[in-house]
């Protein structure tokens, strides 16, 4: 499919419409989502997980905005975006070195999930009784996985000028990576509401952010502006029409659930 | 019988510059269409990962290195197949087990269940 990239800049009158769209949308999603901080990180989480509740963590009794393995896999992205900004813009792929770890950890986020979803049917045959904890482990492996490939993609997609090498490429790095994601999800799993509240918040943060990373290079080829930005400046016409895309996908969940359940509250199980 | 030789010409060497290689679009497509399916789009993008997957590296096969991003398309297939198998088994699971007398927590099933409370 040949495209043939335009590298002029979206116009000012174009930006300056896709900014009011977005702004109309957001305010409309803020005065219909519930109230507070955490009420609007609810219905972020709430189109994209099952919000269970015995499958989620709990700040002094309130359910966190998404399950123990939405929490994880976002956080596990949130880690792995901030740390491989400090590349700034290095575009390759992971290393061959890295896709064993990188494909346990898709086949635990597998194994696990089905292993859980299996806890739905209690007659059902399941491998072994599944837990907060695992759910959470297996998330963050998914998520470090996930920002691997999204951040190069986004990367090469964007910018005019990038580097073709790894984003990074020692081992040291990786288990750096980590270890500071693990970190995240050991706060989040002691549930002490004064570490889970901001990571509840950055979770959810995290899902409008890898949404809106996602559709702006979707928009980037819609719109042929691939490789035609230099820095964020440029880059922010197409950055809000991904985060209006994003903001679509997550309204439209949300108003298709709450229609289909007439609650903000998360699927039930006994 | 005499042999004739034919004295080959000598050979120019070409100075054209390599062709100009950009990232197949396919494959950007079918990455993200198997992220999002782990994001909201349960199946429906891993299906959008799969298609796209396949197209791009048969683009890219068939380009002879004008022509890039295989690494992104088969990112994409893995992804989207996994998501795509995943919610078909959960599908089947939701409907087979019932149907052999296993139970569902919840009573009206996983899906249906809900707390009918407001927020």
């Known amino acids: ?218 928009w980037s080829l819609i719109l042929k502006k691939e490789n035609a930005n230099t820095s964020w400046k440029d880059a922010f016409p197409i950055l809000i029409c991904g985060f209006t895309t994003a903001l679509l996908q997550i309204g439209a969940f949300d108003l298709v659930r709450y229609l289909l359940t007439g609650t903000w509250y998360g699927f039930l199980t006994g | 019988m005499g042999q004739y030789y034919y004295q080959q010409p000598p050979q120019q060497q070409s100075y054209y510059p390599p062709a100009p290689t950009r990232t197949s679009t396919w494959a950007i497509i079918s990455m993200i269409g198997g992220i999002l399916g782990y994001l909201g789009l349960f199946g429906i993008g891993g299906l959008v990962g799969i298609i796209c997957g396949h197209v791009a590296r048969s683009e890219i096969k068939k380009s002879a290195g004008t022509i890039t991003g295989n690494g992104m398309a088969v990112a994409g297939l893995i992804l989207g197949y996994l998501n795509v198998i995943g919610t078909i088994v959960a599908v089947i699971l939701a409907i087979v087990l019932p149907l052999l007398g296993v139970a569902i927590c919840g009573g009206a099933g996983a899906l249906g269940g809900i707390i009918d409370s407001g927020y």
Not at chain 1, 186 to 205: N, R, T
Request: glycine content about 8%; proline content about 6%; charged content about 15%.
């Open chain 1, 1 to 218: 499919m040949p495209i043939m990239s335009d590298n002029k800049p979206i116009s000012r009158k174009i930006t300056l419409f896709i900014v009011i769209i977005a702004g109309l949308l957001f305010g409309i999603w803020l005065f219909y989502s519930p109230p507070g901080l955490l009420g609007k990180a609810d219905a972020v989480g709430y189109a994209v997980c099952h919000r269970i509740d015995t499958r989620s963590f709990h700040i002094d009794g309130r359910q966190v905005p998404m399950c123990a393995r939405c929490t994880g896999m976002y956080l596990g992205a949130f880690a792995a975006i901030v740390y491989q900004l400090r590349w700034k813009k290095k575009a390759g792929y992971p290393p061959k070195k890295f896709y064993p770890i990188m494909a346990f950890f898709v086949l635990a986020f597998g194994v696990d999930g089905l292993n859980s979803y299996l806890h739905f049917f209690p007659n059902a045959p399941t491998i072994y009784e599944p837990m907060n904890w695992l759910r959470l482990l297996t998330g963050i492996g998914m998520g470090i996985d996930i920002s691997l490939v999204m951040y190069p993609t986004f990367n090469q997609t964007i910018w005019d000028k990038y580097e073709d090498e790894p984003v990074f490429s020692r081992w040291r790095d990786l288990l750096f990576l980590i270890l500071i994601a693990l970190g995240l999800g050991a706060m989040a799993y002691s549930e002490i509401s004064l570490l889970l509240y901001p990571l509840a918040v950055i979770s959810s943060l995290t899902v409008l952010v890898l949404l809106a990373a996602v559709y702006a290079v979707l």
